[in-house]
């Protein structure tokens, strides 16, 4: 069974920074790419960005290129978001995603960032 | 980048009745549209992907169509657990891209 738990959410300080984790189990972590999908308060969803398999290819969404980051540990089986210079814009509950193709096939529970001081 | 525009906002509809959404995209992606639900308080769940395939496991009550920029969702013979928002989203190109959200409410 495909399982992704995130962590790392909660309450931080506008212009701090967090970092957001993924654990995943039940597949092959290692040979898919992985995401990561953003909701906020009764809002929408928004592709934050995406890593391939060995982490050569990382892409983002344009408006959050310079803030955010990506990465993955397949030794750990665990995805990463580091999130900076953060504004309460980026609170939200924050989905990382199994892809299939382009398709976000399997989500987290999701964790919850709220920017607040 | 390619826009999503998905449409009605809402709906509110009888149980047994036939659901329609409507996403249209800004540039021709194919059939590269996918769809999803996101039911209270709960992750999205895929429901049909890339080539208007259903996912395994989900009814066949939920179906899709279209090609190129106009894509519709459906629901035939809508029951109360399918109250939600329902979400499409492009994956021709990146960034990948949803549509605003269609809540259903029944009656």
């Known amino acids: 069974e495909v399982k992704l738990v995130e962590s790392g959410g909660g309450l931080v300080q506008p212009g701090r920074s967090l970092k957001l984790s993924c654990a995943a189990s039940?597949?092959?972590?290692?040979?898919?790419?992985m995401g990561w999908v953003r909701q906020a308060p009764g809002k929408g969803l928004e592709w934050i960005g995406e890593?391939?398999?060995?982490?050569?290819?990382?892409n983002y969404t344009p408006s959050l290129k310079d803030k955010f980051t990506i990465s993955r540990d397949n030794a750990q089986n665990t995805l990463y978001l580091q999130m900076s210079k953060l504004g309460s814009e980026d609170t939200a509950i924050y989905y990382c995603?199994?892809?299939?193709?382009?398709?976000?096939?399997?989500w987290g529970q999701g964790t919850l960032v709220t920017v607040s001081s | 980048e390619t826009t999503v525009t998905q449409s009605p906002a809402s709906l509110s509809m009888a149980v047994g009745e036939k659901v329609s959404i409507s996403c249209k995209t800004s540039?021709?992606?194919?059939?590269?549209m996918n769809w999803y639900q996101q039911k209270s308080g709960e992750a999205p769940k895929l429901l049909i992907s890339?080539?208007?395939t259903l996912r395994p496991g989900v009814p066949s009550r939920f179906s899709s169509s279209g090609y190129g920029t106009d894509f519709v969702f459906t629901i035939n013979n809508v029951l109360l657990g399918d109250e939600g928002i329902y979400y499409c989203?492009?994956?021709?190109?990146?960034?990948?891209?949803f549509g605003a959200g269609t809540k259903l409410e029944l009656k």
């Open positions: 890339e080539g208007n």
């Open positions: 890593i391939n398999q060995d982490s050569s290819t990382i």
């Open positions: 995603a199994k892809y299939y193709g382009y398709t976000f096939a399997y």
């Open positions: 540039t021709d992606i194919d059939d590269d």
């Open positions: 039940g597949f092959s972590f290692n040979d898919y790419w």
């Open positions: 989203q492009q994956s021709d190109n990146v960034p990948l891209t």
